[in-house]
């Protein structure tokens, strides 16, 4: 019977890996995530099936688990705007960590309600750390999970009254995250003397969850993509340690294979932005007081007289970033691509910084949405050689990613790739104002000869640019 | 637990490890959302403990609080994977209907 469980679970991790092979190429991705949900539903038949045959299985209390979780999942699956997908993955990243750290609690608490069931030797000592550590990564990934979503949302209405989520992380807190980290390291060691001493479990989780919040509340902004990517990893990673202390094959396996790939993600994002994760984890960007002050101006231009400059262009490049996602004006932007395309015969193109927006990926899926054909997203490496021919750069609520500054070799920003817009004959800027970025840098793009400001919401001002180009 | 079966679930863990950093290497951009919340959806794994754990607590052995506990794991485990799937396939669709249509 043993070995018939063994099977399925092999199984099970066998269509997770395939599943994660294929979700990396685009034609075959949808079959890649059928796979996984395949050998998701392998993996729960065969442990409800291995209880059913040791006589035990409790079905009221398992089908209702299972359809609740289910109803609100899909519920939340079906209900969430593309724009909001940032914080649909935070969040379901803190779920999936609670629940490891969950088992683990449930696991040791069998041990305080009943001292006869404690293991002795090796066994002891692998479930303590094990759970200990599951707890740590588990309760750690809620919190931050939930505060990056907060601070995704940009913040939570409480009575009526709006409470922006506070970006706040002074340097003394970096060795204060440090000690709190040890300070799980120690209380998970003393546990293993004593398993049923309540005040380490409890120790445990509430420094985990202090963890996470102080680790997420110093990071702001452009960081965010590092930090969601990040947390998905540790969510694999808390499941994997559980998988030691039930001693099961299947969250071993799954559980690193997605803490693995997510700390590639993490990796990716941090190249894109020049930052280790060290960097990210423990030096605020910017910060207060380091934003260089504006000392120049420029006057905005109009709709009309942007429509106007784009009479007949033969190539327009756009270039989008977190200020579209807010604006949700990714349908207006297709519908001048559609504009423009119908009038003067332009070829378009859309050039895709890795790090825009808020999760990695998050322009192409807001594009995607809106129907803009997948030849037409272009990585930032193959597009940037394009600018010098192309007539219009528009770029719609990106700062950083653009700033020639990056090149300069010095401040925040150097190194940081950038999208070349710069070298398009002419610049199109859509944005509310002439603000520093997120890098707190002064942007050298908005001020010249060449680019023309559209001082407003994205939304807004790409309504007016389609009127004013239907009217040409 | 021998130390055996100890050893055997380190290699598990580390070749799993390992096996990850390979299948995640050069992605295209426009796959990075959809593979971050399908692998979030399969961390949900933990499912499987969760359902062990307050499977377990109605054979006497453990208290209620016990299965409690891990009841709540199975309600969020399951929204995790629900939800992770569903939401992958539902940006999948979009991502690949683009590119027939545009075709």
């Not at chain 1, 060795?175 to 293993?192: D, Q």
């Not at chain 1, 790739?417 to 002439?434: M, W, Y």
Request: net charge negative; glycine share 12%; proline share 4%.
């Amino acid at each position: 019977m043993e070995d018939w469980i063994s099977i399925g679970y092999l199984l099970s991790a066998a269509l997770f890996i395939f599943g994660l092979k294929k979700l990396g190429h685009p034609r075959t991705a949808p079959f890649g995530n059928q796979l996984g949900a395949m050998g998701m539903l392998v993996a729960v038949v065969t442990t409800v099936v291995s209880m059913q045959l040791a006589g035990n299985a409790q079905w009221e209390l398992i089908i209702a688990g299972l359809v609740v979780g289910s109803l609100i999942g899909y519920w939340m699956a079906v209900k969430v705007e593309m724009t909001g997908m940032p914080e649909l993955v935070a969040m379901f990243n803190g779920f999936g960590g609670a629940a490891s750290a969950l088992v683990a609690l449930s696991e040791i608490q069998k041990y305080i309600s009943n001292a006869d069931l404690v293991p002795d030797g090796l066994e002891l000592t692998v479930t303590m750390i094990a759970a200990g550590l599951s707890a740590l990564v588990g309760w750690m990934t809620l919190t931050g999970s939930l505060l990056a979503m907060y601070k995704l949302k940009g913040g939570i209405e409480v009575f009526g009254k709006w409470i922006r989520t506070p970006t706040w992380g002074p340097s003394w807190l970096n060795p204060v995250k440090v000690l709190l980290l040890l300070s799980v390291f120690v209380m998970i060691f003393l546990s293993i003397e004593e398993p049923t001493n309540q005040n380490y479990l409890w120790g445990i989780i509430g420094v985990s969850c202090l963890l996470g919040i102080v680790l997420v509340l110093p990071i702001g902004g452009a960081d965010m993509p590092v930090v969601v990517s990040l947390l998905n990893s540790l969510s694999g990673i808390a499941a994997a340690f559980t998988g030691f202390i039930i001693g099961n094959s299947v969250l071993i396996i799954a559980g690193s294979l997605v803490g693995a790939s997510g700390l590639i993600l993490t990796f990716i994002m941090c190249k894109a932005m020049n930052r280790t994760l060290l960097d990210v984890l423990f030096k605020s960007f910017g910060g207060d007081g380091e934003k260089q002050a504006l000392t120049r101006t420029k006057v905005g231009s109009d709709p009309d007289e942007v429509a106007m400059m784009l009479d007949g262009a033969q190539k327009v490049i756009i270039v989008p970033g977190y200020g579209m996602a807010v604006s949700q004006c990714q349908h207006a932007v297709k519908e001048f691509a559609d504009l423009m395309k119908e009038k003067f015969d332009t070829e378009i193109k859309y050039a895709i910084h890795p790090v825009a927006g808020r999760m990695p990926g998050h322009m192409n899926v807001l594009l995607a949405e809106a129907n803009v054909p997948y030849e037409q997203l272009i990585e930032m490496d193959e597009i940037n050689s394009e600018f010098p021919e192309c007539d219009v750069a528009l770029v719609i609520g990106a700062n950083d990613t653009t700033n020639p500054a990056a090149r300069s070799g010095e401040g925040p920003l150097a190194g940081m790739p950038i999208i070349d817009a710069d070298a398009a004959r002419t610049v199109v800027i859509i944005k509310r104002s002439l603000s520093v970025g997120y890098a707190g840098v002064d942007n050298d793009l908005f001020y010249m000869d060449k680019t023309m400001m559209l001082f407003g919401d994205g939304k807004a001002m790409m309504t007016g640019l389609n009127t004013a180009v239907k009217e040409i | 637990m021998t130390p055996e079966f100890l050893i055997a679930n380190i290699t598990l863990f580390l070749l799993a490890i390992f096996l990850g950093f390979e299948l995640i290497t050069k992605v295209p951009a426009t796959l990075h959302t959809p593979l971050m919340s399908g692998a979030n959806a399969i961390s949900g794994i933990s499912i499987i403990g969760a359902l062990i754990g307050s499977n377990v607590a109605y054979e006497g052995g453990s208290t209620a609080l016990s299965g409690l506990l891990a009841f709540v794991a199975v309600v969020l485990a399951m929204i995790n994977v629900v939800g992770g799937f569903a939401v992958t396939n539902r940006m999948l669709n979009m991502i690949a209907g683009k590119k027939r249509g545009g075709a």
